[in-house]
């Protein structure tokens, strides 16, 4: 597909991308470290239960968080998509795949989060389980730990191939948009190595994984809110171009 002028329907799926890039990012950090952190982050399994119990409502609220963050990210793909179909619809769908399997895996955390609870609160599921070991088969279902970093190859994977978008597009600056491929293919390197080769994460810490990505995806956000797409695109500019040079 050519690219040609930016339609009102790109404009508006770029506002709302630019929120999302923000709002998702706020959701999971102040879920995962100001609601479900106090509760969770203990390392004895056994104090982890006694916490979710006595804090439950707040555990709860935390999974209804993460619901929320999923279903976030699953706009953001559908927005991403119409912003970047003009551009290469096929590479523009492989973007919103990534962000839409790393949302599906987001949601698939939330149910593990709920078998914990159920585990924890009802006993009729545990029959047969050593009651000493109910609390670490809770504890494995809250940690979330491979599924998180299964979802960041995908968000990555997704946002390297956006970040090519950008780039060729010329909706977001060009510096922004280098920095965008590097640190997306930056995440995608790490992560891989980390899923093959645990031991990794003593050479390069776990946190230098996706901070790349998170700052590219707060500026990119920051400026589709704030400014929005600029008044013509790639094609347009080339258009634009062809014609003053005609005779």
């Known amino acids: 597909m050519r690219m040609g002028a930016i339609d009102p ?26 609601v479900l952190a106090p509760v969770t982050s203990e390392a004895d399994p056994g104090q982890v239960a006694r916490n979710v119990l006595a804090h439950e409502t707040q555990f709860r609220a935390g999974i209804v968080g993460y619901l929320l963050y999923g ?5 953001l793909a559908a ?3 119409v912003v970047l179909r003009t551009v290469d619809p096929l590479l523009a769908l492989l973007t919103a795949l990534g962000r839409l399997v790393h949302s599906v895996i987001w949601l698939l955390i939330s149910l593990d989060l709920f078998s914990a ?8 599921y545990t029959n047969g389980l050593p009651p000493d070991q109910l609390p670490v088969l809770a504890r494995f279902y809250i940690s979330g730990f491979d599924q998180y970093y299964v979802g960041l190859l995908f968000w990555a994977l997704g ?13 977001a600056p060009r510096g922004l948009a280098v920095f965008g491929v590097l640190a997306s293919g930056w995440a995608v390197a790490c992560t891989s190595i980390f899923l093959v080769f645990p031991s990794f994460q003593e050479l390069m810490g776990l946190s230098w994984f996706d901070v790349p990505l998170v700052l590219f995806e707060i500026l990119l956000g920051l400026l589709l809110l704030l400014r929005g797409l600029p ?6 500019a080339s258009d634009v171009d062809a014609a003053a040079a005609a005779p």
């Open 9 to 34: 329907a790109q404009r508006k799926a770029a506002r709302i991308a630019g929120l999302l890039y923000v709002l998702t990012l706020v959701t999971v950090i102040s879920v995962t470290y100001g």
């Open 231 to 236: 008044s013509t695109g790639a094609g347009a």
């Open 159 to 171: 946002s390297t191939v956006g970040a090519w978008l950008w780039l060729r597009s010329r909706y």
């Open 79 to 81: 927005a991403l998509y």
């Open 117 to 124: 609870l159920r585990l924890l609160t009802r006993p009729e």
């Open 71 to 75: 279903l976030e990210g699953l706009v």
